[in-house]
């Protein structure tokens, strides 16, 4: 089962990471759990503005842009399993299927320009 804390946003005034988390968010699923701390700056999801009439960059998948923003910053899984993490939370969440499908293959096609996250600590 997968479950991921409540989320509180405040508005940072950086056009490039234009939120920030008030409260940590905890991600926890059967393998194990990640916790972005409070502070941590995100985009929401990355989404090319020309496409946010489809995809606004907010919308039920922001618990998983976040979760996915943090992890391709930090050393602790492989992208492979960042972008699975990604999906499972999308899935969890009830995003329609024609959407997270989208959002997964372009983050699996142009995900590897942000990765920063080089060998994984932990999986």
Known sequence: MVQVSPINL?????AT?????????TF???????????????????????LWSILPPFGP???????HDYLYVTPLVSRE????????????YKVPRWKRITMYLAVRAFGWR??????????
């Open 28 to 50: 926890q699923d059967e393998i194990g759990t990640i916790t972005v701390p409070k502070g941590f700056k995100t985009d929401l999801a990355s989404v090319p503005r020309a």
């Open 61 to 67: 998948y922001i618990p998983a842009a976040i979760i």
């Open 81 to 92: 399993r960042a972008d699975a993490i990604f999906l499972t939370i999308m899935r969890a």
């Open 17 to 25: 990471v234009p939120w920030s988390l008030i409260d940590a968010v």
């Open 10 to 14: 405040t508005m940072t005034g950086d």
């Open 114 to 123: 942000h990765f920063k996250g080089d060998t994984p600590t932990h999986e």
